[in-house]
């Protein structure tokens, strides 16, 4: 699955590969969005998308997004493959938490021109 949330100005979105940040905090997880509907309306609906990464085939939510109630951990399983679990989404858990986001995008001074004239 990709370490890229879908979701618009995320942290763990693609600007964080352009600002040079490629790493992802450990403990976040990735979530791909449900193919069944209406579930995956739901999804969509809940968080504003990326408009590219909305129409791909496999968009992802970060856990930034989901509450810990939204998990469900199993001990016995992350003690028999040695590793610590992360959790596993509930089948009701929608994304509905605001994570911390990138500013949104402001043309530089540079980019932005304006035409003044004056008339005697």
Known sequence: MR???????????????????????????????????????????????????????KPVVCSLYFSPSDYVYNPVLGKALGVPQKGLLTRSAMPSLLAPSFPPQVPSQEQTSVSVSVES
Do not use: T
């Open 3 to 57: 370490n890229v949330c879908s979701v618009e100005g995320c942290i763990n979105g693609p600007r964080r590969l352009i600002k040079g940040s490629g790493s992802v905090d450990p403990s976040v997880s990735f979530h791909a969005v449900p193919h069944d509907e209406p579930r995956r309306s739901r999804w969509l609906n809940a968080v504003p998308m990326i408009r590219r990464q909305k129409e791909l085939k």
